[in-house]
């Protein structure tokens, strides 16, 4: 079956620009978590939807949100971005949640100049 | 909350055995995971072992879990080149849905 894919796969923006991310997760798989990746802060669990419903949330400010479709698809977005979101984010689709098996999208690589 | 952690760093030789250890503080974790991740991809799925377990194998791979001191390890038997990743364990808590990385030790196997 196909993976996880994200869209797009690099990404420069500017500082106080914003950002959309999309996730298209695999057929069948309602979960979908999005994750932070930093050489300094590690993974960082952003938030979880579950059938459109925000399930659970990380520790970020409010200036990154998300949202799921009725097609499980998953789009995460970040406002007036700062130079410390620079990152590669990383979706994970799973059948129940993130206790389940999580196949991971290969991210999309965010620079902010 | 929850902390999980790893050395940063395993250089091992071909052909011999690796061992990634990791500890977490919160003894109601319930699944522990171990996750692989090569350059430039996401992360797979390599084992999981459930709390009241001690030991799970599976070919190669081998997680032995102590709940008393809250140490998880994963063992690679005969380490390829291949193997060399970033390899990371996570904790899963039921109360909160929670599921926390580690930091990720990078593995080096040399020839």
């Known amino acids: 079956k196909a993976g996880v894919t994200q869209t797009p796969r690099y990404l420069i923006k500017t500082r106080g620009q914003q950002v959309t991310l999309s996730c298209s997760p695999i057929s069948g798989h309602r979960s979908v978590s999005w994750y932070q990746q930093t050489p300094g802060q590690g993974l960082q669990f952003l938030f979880e939807y579950f059938s459109e419903t925000q399930r659970n949330k990380g520790n970020f400010p409010g200036r990154f949100s998300g949202r799921q479709f009725s097609n499980s698809r998953s789009e995460m977005n970040v406002s007036t971005l700062e130079l410390g979101d620079s990152a590669l984010y990383l979706c994970?689709?799973?059948?129940?949640?993130?206790?389940?098996?999580?196949?991971f999208g290969p991210g999309t690589r965010l620079t902010v100049t | 909350g929850e902390d999980v952690e790893q050395s940063l760093f395993l250089s091992v030789r071909e052909g011999d055995s690796s061992v990634i250890n990791c500890t977490y503080t919160d003894s109601s974790s319930t699944y522990l995971y171990w996750y692989k991740q090569e350059p430039g991809a996401g992360l797979q799925l390599l084992t999981y072992?459930?709390?009241?377990?001690d030991m799970k194998q599976d070919q190669r791979l081998t997680v032995l879990l102590n709940k008393k001191d809250k140490h998880l390890s994963l063992r690679i038997a005969d380490t390829q080149t291949g193997d060399s990743a970033i390899y990371f364990c996570?904790?899963?808590?039921?109360?909160?849905?929670?599921?926390?990385f580690g930091g990720g030790t990078r593995v080096l196997v040399k020839p």
């Open positions: 994970a689709s799973s059948l129940g949640g993130v206790r389940d098996e999580q196949y």
């Open positions: 072992i459930f709390s009241n377990m």
């Open positions: 996570a904790a899963y808590k039921a109360a909160g849905n929670k599921l926390t």
